[in-house]
């Protein structure tokens, strides 16, 4: 599968922005999918996932509250929908996925994602 993310940009504290991460050559409902983002000179960290069949979902405590993440598999298409924007947001955003889950898992685990795309950059100011 390829993933293209999009949707990030400049914005200022408090402001949303949705990103989206379209895949191609395989259909998305086969992949569990998570986003992540890393800052400069940051590894990069787990931020959301979604199950593949869209039921389950999770985040890293930091953006619970603010940061939603969704899928809309007959667009082969995932979101990430984040309000109440803060500087330390910052980072260049990746959507990922990995194959040969069952429906319901989520997966967290950086490592055990095999296809990335190839980020979108959030850049928030305070």
């Known amino acids: 599968v390829q993933l293209q993310a999009s949707g990030g940009g400049l914005v200022q504290a408090g402001a949303s922005l949705r990103l989206t991460c379209a895949a191609s050559?395989?259909?998305?409902?086969?992949?569990?999918t998570g986003w992540f983002r890393q800052a400069p000179g940051k590894e990069r960290e787990f931020v959301a996932a979604i199950s593949r069949n869209g039921g389950r979902t999770t985040y890293t405590e930091s953006v619970k509250g603010r940061f939603t993440i969704s899928r809309d598999n007959g667009k082969n298409t995932m979101y990430l929908q984040m309000n109440n924007l803060e500087p330390e947001d910052t980072a260049i955003y990746y959507c990922?996925?990995?194959?040969?889950?069952?429906?319901?898992?989520?997966?967290?685990?950086?490592?055990?994602?095999?296809?990335w795309g190839q980020g979108t950059q959030v850049t928030v100011s305070s």
């Open positions: 050559r395989r259909t998305l409902s086969m992949f569990a």
């Open positions: 990922a996925a990995r194959p040969g889950v069952v429906t319901h898992v989520v997966v967290t685990d950086r490592a055990k994602y095999s296809f």
